[in-house]
T-cell receptor
Framework: NAGVTQTPKFRVLKTGQSMTLLCAQD?????MYWYRQDPGMGLRLIHYSVGEGTTAKGEVPDGYNVSRLKKQNFLLGLESAAPSQTSVYFC????????????FGPGTRLTVL | QQPVQSPQAVILREGEDAVINCSSSKALYSVHWYRQKHGEAPVFLMILLKGGEQKGHEKISASFNEKKQQSSLYLTASQLSYSGTYFCGSNSGGSNYKLTFGKGTLLTVNP
């Protein structure tokens, strides 16, 4: 039981490049989330999904897209990376509504030059 | 809108107590508490639901005052392992599946 895994762990991009972050969970959770964490800002929700094939915007969705084609996977895409997207990205999942705890992945540290 | 946590940082000696507060401008259905150690992922501590329940986790407990839209985390007889950043996450219920996290409180426990 691996829990929540994220790929890659580290990445350096140049401005304008694109990339996809992969999140996978093996707990059969319905809900999945993408957060970004910047110093002094806490965790801010980018996008989330309440089930396979569904996605919704969070607090800071601009510049990101997501897809949830399979229940266990949640992909976060950056179409044209900008230095402002330098951050640590965490994926999380939960069994059901927000009354259940969220399990976090180990994070992806992204630097955009 | 992010809930407001206070204090921003606190330094303790091992064995001392601390209280971390979390206030929201919105009506709350639930409050979550997480702890994050440096370089690691946040880890769930507890959930408090509407109704003012007080929950415990070892020597860490919390309360939730829905009228005041506040939650407090109580760390008793702190241990070195309690060091980290504590985040509260608020949820306003209904069809809202999202948590909005505060900016965090950095807790340092020294020997």
């Amino acid at each position: 039981n691996a829990g929540v895994t994220q790929t890659p762990k580290f990445r350096v991009l140049k401005t304008g490049q694109s990339m996809t972050l992969l999140c996978a969970q093996d707990m059969n959770h319905e809900y999945m989330y993408w957060y970004r964490q910047d110093p002094g800002m806490g965790l801010r929700l980018i996008h989330y999904s309440v089930g396979e094939g569904t996605t919704a915007k969070g607090e800071v969705p601009d510049g990101y897209n997501v897809s949830r084609l399979k229940k266990q996977n949640f992909l976060l895409g950056l179409e044209s990376a900008a230095p402002s997207q330098t951050s640590v990205y965490f994926c999380a999942s939960s069994y059901s509504r927000s009354s259940y705890e969220q399990f976090f992945g180990p994070g992806t540290r992204l630097t955009v030059l | 809108q992010q809930p407001v946590q206070s204090p921003q940082a606190v330094i303790l000696r091992e064995g001392e107590d601390a209280v971390i507060n979390c206030s929201s401008s919105k009506a709350l259905y639930s409050v979550h508490w997480y702890r994050q150690k440096h370089g690691e992922a946040p880890v769930f501590l507890m959930i408090l639901l509407k109704g003012g329940e007080q929950k415990g986790h070892e020597k860490i407990s919390a309360s939730f005052n829905e009228k005041k839209q506040q939650s407090s985390l109580y760390l008793t007889a702190s241990q070195l392992s309690y060091s980290g950043t504590y985040f509260c996450g608020s949820n306003s219920g209904g069809s809202n599946y999202k948590l909005t996290f505060g900016k965090g409180t950095l807790l340092t426990v020294n020997p």
